[in-house]
């Protein structure tokens, strides 16, 4: 079943009453309040992961050797983290931050990426590792990512994935050399006179499923069917041709970003919905409707219980176990493998 966004919108105003479902139709600049309104309201939600219950498993990114600190774009908290030498895969302590940042240590140890801590900054997360890689590692996270914005026609219940790499910027004979821009693991390396010439190649099929365009001076890339969209960049630095985009660059070093597909299930689509009419109510001075503050409130706790269920798990620390620490002295020499 088809529900776009415009759909939404109008049903949202029948439910806050502002406009009567029976004798009118909503206007064109309620259409776009309303619309500016329902992203504001999917942004907000990266203020709790408690709204958002869609986890997103295995997030990739990859280690730089000897360096802690990692930015992720869109994340919101962090469930787990993993890194892989070869097909094995290798589990991460999450560490307070008042620990990770207070405490005594060595700081000039690569090794074993063994724990991690994060923050939130804008726009996503910094991610610090202790030990700092020593290789190359790939991590996988788990954890709540933003809710993406919509596009007034969208589908909400088709899958679709939407990379906005910002606007791009041309410089000599626009030239990507081998691995500075990577989509889905396909290399674009070629030259390309403008960002519209990189358009064009795109969408002769080259990656599957994805196609691209300039939306408002924008790159953008879509796909549908449930295809992940993953750019990978490890341009060099000073190059004098290139392109590159104000939301993914592509020049000094390795820069990975993953972009998923947004769908919603029924139920959000219903509680997004309520959401919306209260909202309407609430910026043009309505009393909302009893109704849709009680279908509200019903759906905001059977989301909250389902995205952050209590934990009732159970640890014991024997006061008798032998463990000494950290041997810094050892660590140099069995890098992160055993720390007895």
């Known amino acids: ?24 139709t909503i206007q064109g600049y309620q259409l776009s309040t309303g619309f500016a309104w329902l992203n504001q309201i999917l942004q907000d939600k990266a203020v709790d992961s408690g709204d ?10 990859r280690g730089v050797p000897g360096q802690e600190q990692y930015f992720i774009p869109g994340l919101i908290d962090i469930e787990a983290i993993v890194f892989y030498i070869n097909s094995v895969r290798y589990e991460m ?25 994060y923050e939130r900054t804008f726009g996503g997360v910094n991610i610090f590792l202790y030990f700092f890689p020593n ?31 910002g ?11 081998a691995d500075e821009l990577v989509i889905n ?34 790159f953008i890339l879509t796909s549908a069917n449930g295809t992940t969209i993953e750019i990978v960049t490890n341009g060099t630095m000073g190059s004098s041709n290139y392109i590159t985009f104000d939301k993914f660059r592509t ?30 109510c609430t910026e043009l ?32 620390i024997s006061v008798m176990t032998p463990s000494t620490g950290i041997n810094y002295g050892q660590v140099n020499i069995g890098h992160g493998w055993s720390t007895s």
Request: no cysteine.
């Open 185 to 218: 693991e396909i290399d674009l390396a070629g030259t390309y006179a403008t960002a519209a010439a990189l358009v064009t190649y795109i969408n002769t099929g080259v990656i599957s499923n994805v196609t691209a365009a300039i939306v408002s001076n924008e």
């Open 167 to 177: 606007a791009p910027t041309v410089g000599g004979t626009g030239t990507f050399a």
């Open 93 to 117: 302590s999450s560490i307070p931050r008042q620990k990770y940042f207070g405490t005594p240590r060595a700081n000039n140890i690569s090794a074993l990426p063994l724990s991690y801590t």
């Open 52 to 61: 958002i219950p869609y986890i997103t498993t295995l997030y990739p990114f």
């Open 285 to 316: 001075n309505f009393t909302t409707p009893p109704q849709v503050v009680e279908q509200l409130n019903r759906y905001r706790q059977q989301i909250s219980n389902m995205a952050e269920p209590m934990d009732l798990s159970m640890q014991k």
């Open 251 to 280: 020049q000094d070093g390795y820069f990975s970003q993953v972009f998923y597909y947004f769908a919603l299930d029924q139920f959000y689509i219903d509680y997004v919905r309520y959401q919306l009419a209260d909202r309407i």
């Open 1 to 24: 079943m088809t529900y776009t966004v415009t759909n939404l919108i109008t049903d949202a105003y029948y439910a806050s009453s502002v406009v009567s479902r029976q004798f009118s």
């Open 135 to 165: 290789e190359n590692y790939l991590f996988n996270i788990t954890g709540n990512f933003f809710m993406q914005a919509v596009s007034l026609n969208q589908d909400l219940t088709k899958k679709r994935t939407t990379a906005n790499l």
